[in-house]
């Protein structure tokens, strides 16, 4: 379920402080500490699963729970009302796909343009 090493489980038990945005059973989701655009938080199944690439068909509702999620926050986050906002959403997979913290998250952004990176 979790490892004691990775950043990111230690984050969801608390173990490492961060600004939460949401935590429920399953997930859990906070602020990046770099952001990159005005709102810029990351969503994260509690369960430890490395990156995309090791996602398994048991995890789909899982994940079906985490992009559902997404709109809901970020709009309670300050992302504005699609089409004129609207937000991105980001997961990074393996070191070509520039993940640097091996425990899957999603990279919600929003907020007016320009943002600091895309
Ligand atoms: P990746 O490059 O793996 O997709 O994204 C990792 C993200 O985690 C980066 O945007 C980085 O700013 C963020 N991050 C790294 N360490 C911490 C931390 O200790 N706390 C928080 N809140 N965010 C972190
Ligand atoms: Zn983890």
Known sequence: MHDPNCLFCRITQGQIPSRKVYEDDEVFAFHDIHPAA?????????????????????DAPLLGR???????????????PYPAGGFRLVVN??????????????????????????
Do not use: D, Y
């Not at 005005?38 to 048991?58: D, G, R, W, Y």
């Open 38 to 58: 005005p709102v810029h938080f990351l969503m994260v199944p509690k369960k430890h699963i490395a990156s995309m690439a090791q996602v398994e068909a048991e």
């Open 66 to 80: 985490l992009l559902a999620l997404a709109p809901r926050l970020a709009a309670e986050q300050g992302c504005n």
């Open 93 to 118: 997979t393996g070191a070509e796909g520039g993940q640097e913290v091996h425990h899957l998250h999603i990279h919600v952004m929003g907020g007016p343009r320009p943002w600091l990176k895309g």
